[in-house]
């Protein structure tokens, strides 16, 4: 999702520029003001709570706005991401608008604030007073709602300005200069979001070819953890070295060597559209590994897809293989083959279980041919793109 909000004192021309943001991109508008109007018209208990504090230029209570916005998300959370006018416009509602995005497992990606100066607001609104039928558009009130503004409002900057996603523009360029900027910081923000898949499945239900597969049609980034340790061992290097003595002591991998890889992997990975994760989360730490990995690079997972296929099948395959040249140096016998499914079970279905509380998991049926599957995979994989 996109979820942008437009700031800046009244008469900047956030309203001027969402009309043409949201066209351009698809997002829900959410004006708290036309919310409140709309109450007033329909003259809903709520609206004429707010009808003479509107009146008088003053801000309404939070409690007001978390209803009246709380409704609005809820019901278009389908929707490409959305776009804020006039919220979050006390330091309350800051905290308000973060436990919304939390609750859509989402986040606000930038404030975008509209500068111009208080006499230039003031002549602007006057000229809308003329047409636009508000009765708040006159100069009394103009000048207690910039009060408000000014006391209330410009404080909510800082708490963005600490986490790095509050840009500035020069609001008293001309219309399509400022939504030229606007759409600068926005691009910028999209080539930022990832699509980024978690694959599960038993070993042998396909994840590894599949998965190699998905990410080259879609420009992804397949990372797998087990290729990854094996190419540190080919490379010989300091940490190669270090993973070699502990397979020769059959000894596991410790996480920390893992997350080091799979950190240097996403920051060296530039102009990809997303990642495929395959063997990792293994887990209950590595689920939060992976969580705080994408976090720090301001992403998250989008989606979590489990390939099923029935254990006697698994056994098959696996058995199968391992009279190939495909035979992996882990499914060289039935009693590896059978601890390699038993640890599925006990470590990796509990994060599957646990990701499927959280966010969901799409669970495809790996039986049948490897087209019909991967056919049912890149319709998720399409399906996700098409959400973010
Ligand atoms: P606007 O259309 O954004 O200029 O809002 C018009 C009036 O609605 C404001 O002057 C406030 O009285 C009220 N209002 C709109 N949004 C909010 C908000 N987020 N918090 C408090 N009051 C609001």
């Known amino acids: 999702m996109l979820n942008v909000a437009l700031f800046g004192p009244p008469g900047a021309g956030k309203g001027t520029q969402s009309e043409r943001l949201i066209e351009k991109y698809k997002l829900f508008y959410i004006s708290t003001g036309d919310l409140l109007r709309k109450e007033i018209a329909e003259e809903s208990k709520l609206g004429l709570e707010a009808k003479n504090i509107i009146a008088s230029g003053g801000l309404v209570s939070d409690e007001i706005i978390v209803q009246i916005i ?228 301001g992403s998250a997972i989008s989606e979590i897809i489990e390939i099923e296929v029935p254990t006697l099948e698994l056994i098959s395959r696996l058995d199968a293989r391992s009279k190939t040249d495909r035979c992996m140096p882990y499914d060289t016998s039935t009693t590896k083959i059978v601890q390699r499914l038993q640890e599925h079970e006990t470590k990796t279905v509990p994060v599957i279980q646990k990701y499927n509380q959280q966010h969901g998991v799409k669970k495809i049926n790996g039986m049948g041919t490897f087209e019909e599957v991967f056919e049912k995979l890149s319709n998720e994989i399409e399906r996700g793109f098409r959400k973010i």
């Open 70 to 297: 709380e409704k609005t998300i809820t019901e278009n959370q389908e929707s490409k991401g959305f776009l804020f006018d006039g919220f979050p416009r006390t330091y309350v509602q800051v905290y308000i608008l973060e436990g919304l995005m939390i609750k859509l497992n989402t986040s606000l990606n930038c404030l975008i604030s509209l500068d111009v100066d208080e006499e230039d607001s003031v002549t602007r609104l006057l000229e809308r007073g003329k047409t636009s039928g508000r009765s708040d558009d006159n100069e009394e009130v103009i000048r207690n709602r910039l009060k408000e503004y000014y006391n209330k409002t410009l404080p909510v900057l800082q708490f963005y300005k600490d986490k790095g996603i509050h840009f500035s523009i020069n609001g008293a360029n001309s219309i399509e200069k400022v939504n030229d900027d606007i759409s600068e910081v926005l691009q910028n923000e999209l080539s930022k979001s990832l699509l980024n898949i978690v694959l599960f499945g038993h070993p042998g239900s396909g994840r590894g070819s599949q998965g190699m597969a998905l990410a080259k049609k879609y420009g992804l980034e397949y990372v797998s953890t087990g290729k990854m340790l094996e190419r540190e061992v080919e490379k010989k290097t300091e940490t190669g070295k270090r993973i070699r003595e502990l397979y020769e002591n059959g000894q596991l991998v410790p996480d920390e060597i893992v997350v080091q890889l799979i950190e240097q992997k996403i920051e060296n990975s530039k102009g990809i559209k997303g990642f495929i994760f395959k063997g990792f989360p293994r887990t209950l730490v590595q689920s939060y590994i992976l969580d705080g990995l994408l976090k720090k690079h």
